[in-house]
T-cell receptor, first 115, second 115 residues
Framework: AQTVTQSQPEMSVQEAETVTLSCTYD???????LFWYKQPPSRQMILVIR??????QNATENRFSVNFQKAAKSFSLKISDSQLGDAAMYFC????????????FGTGTRLKVLA | DTGVSQNPRHKITKRGQNVTFRCDPI?????LYWYRQTLGQGPEFLTY????????KSRLLSDRFSAERPKGSFSTLEIQRTEQGDSAMYLC?????????????FGPGTRLTVL
């Protein structure tokens, strides 16, 4: 069975600085998807960034980028130029490439942005 | 674009009562998921529908839980004889078959409190 681990329950970053959130996963599959979702307080989860396992190039979306290390089964999220609006819970999620495509989530990292 | 909607947003009930939640997915999405999120945890998969067919149920979904998706549109999740352990946020998500990446769009959730 696949598992996703986020070992940082909480992280803090100064406004305009850079922060990296960690995620490791375990799977025996060779093709899969990885996602980072953001859950602001009392608001719905929104997709931040996604990565296909067969692509070696790391995904980037504006200030958000990932460091995908397939052999190490690591998928970290880097947020550059942090903004107050980045404060939220961040969840790492795994999905296979067949069947239901259900997500397996980590336990989340709460990011605080300090003014 | 109305996104995924869920009703009610909050539900307080007494132990032993039945409750029903509704999810309205994005209209062209044929895949629908229910997840449960307890405090300090990431969402956990409960069940999956493709159109009107319920194709997978998690072992978390005891026989007190039932879900439907008539005509492949909205979905309902019913919990019979609620227990205090059922207190959680119940999230609905939908996605469409679009290329290789099946991004899920989440609703705001229904927060259930069982007294």
């Amino acid at each position: 069975a696949q598992t996703v681990t986020q070992s940082q329950p909480e992280m803090s970053v100064q406004e305009a600085e850079t922060v990296t959130l960690s995620c490791t996963y375990d799977t025996s599959e060779s093709d899969y998807y990885l996602f980072w979702y953001k859950q602001p307080p009392s608001r719905q989860m929104i997709l931040v960034i996604r990565q296909e396992a067969y692509k070696q190039q790391n995904a980037t979306e504006n200030r958000f980028s990932v460091n995908f290390q397939k052999a190490a089964k690591s998928f970290s999220l880097k947020i550059s130029d942090s903004q107050l609006g980045d404060a939220a819970m961040y969840f790492c999620a795994y999905s296979g490439t067949s069947g239901t495509y259900k997500y397996i989530f980590g336990t989340g990292t709460r990011l605080k942005v300090l003014a | 674009d109305t996104g995924v909607s869920q009703n009610p947003r909050h539900k307080i009930t007494k132990r032993g009562q039945n409750v029903t939640f509704r999810c309205d997915p994005i209209s062209e999405h044929n895949r629908l998921y229910w997840y449960r999120q307890t405090l300090g945890q990431g969402p956990e998969f409960l069940t999956y529908f493709q159109n009107e067919a319920q194709l997978e149920k998690s072992r978390l979904l005891s026989d007190r839980f039932s879900a439907e998706r008539p005509k492949g549109s909205f979905s309902t999740l019913e919990i019979q004889r609620t227990e205090q352990g059922d207190s959680a946020m119940y999230l609905c998500a939908s996605s469409e078959d679009r290329g290789r990446i099946y991004e899920q769009f989440f609703g705001p959730g229904t927060r259930l409190t069982v007294l």
